[in-house]
């Protein structure tokens, strides 16, 4: 009788040791996950915003093409204050460095503006201020590159071809699925 006594208020539930313990494991698990859990994140802000430039950079190639018009790519501030505009008209005539994109001229006319959050951790930055991509086959005048990196960590730089064309590589990191820049 008092063996089956000492069975039931054994199996009754948790000690207070054991549930620590169980806290400070999962306490533990949780420090280590959430950090992962926010570069994933930062990694995913990264890899949307490099498909836009790269969606950009492919359509200012077409307008080229079907306008029968030179479309203008233009990096424009520095850091989180970094834009980009596209526009037709005259070369080095609009720009986005303030909070809206402007042309000088009458002439020219703003096709895309895109600028990045001051509140997202990423910067932008280009070998060639301005790329032209020309009516005749979407042909870029300077060829070039444009980075959008985050601020401690990994990149994608978009890489434009003289044809115009748009590819893309890791730099500064490892990015999954993403081959690195020679």
Request: proline residues 3%; contains cysteine; hydrophobic residues 35%.
């Amino acid at each position: 009788m008092d063996r089956t006594a000492n069975t039931r208020r054994s199996n009754r539930g948790f000690t207070l040791v054991e549930m620590c313990v169980g806290l400070g494991v999962c306490a533990t698990l949780l420090g280590q996950a959430l950090p992962a859990m926010t570069q994933l994140h930062q990694q995913q802000k990264l890899r949307a915003r490099a498909e836009t430039l790269a969606s950009d950079l492919r359509f200012a190639r077409s307008e080229a093409t079907r306008m029968s018009s030179p479309v203008y790519f233009r990096v424009s501030g520095k850091g989180a204050q970094a834009c980009y505009v596209l526009y037709i008209g005259t070369r080095d005539d609009c720009d986005c460095a303030g909070a809206e994109a402007v042309c000088r001229s009458t002439d020219s006319t703003i096709l895309k503006a895109e600028w990045l959050p001051a509140s997202e951790p990423l910067r932008i930055s280009s070998n060639a201020e301005t790329l032209q991509f020309q009516q005749r086959q979407g042909l870029v005048t300077q060829t070039g590159s444009v980075e959008i990196r985050l601020n401690a960590g990994p990149g994608i730089r978009q890489v434009v071809a003289i044809t115009g064309r748009v590819r893309s590589c890791a730099t500064g990191g490892s990015l999954s699925g993403m081959q690195r820049c020679a």
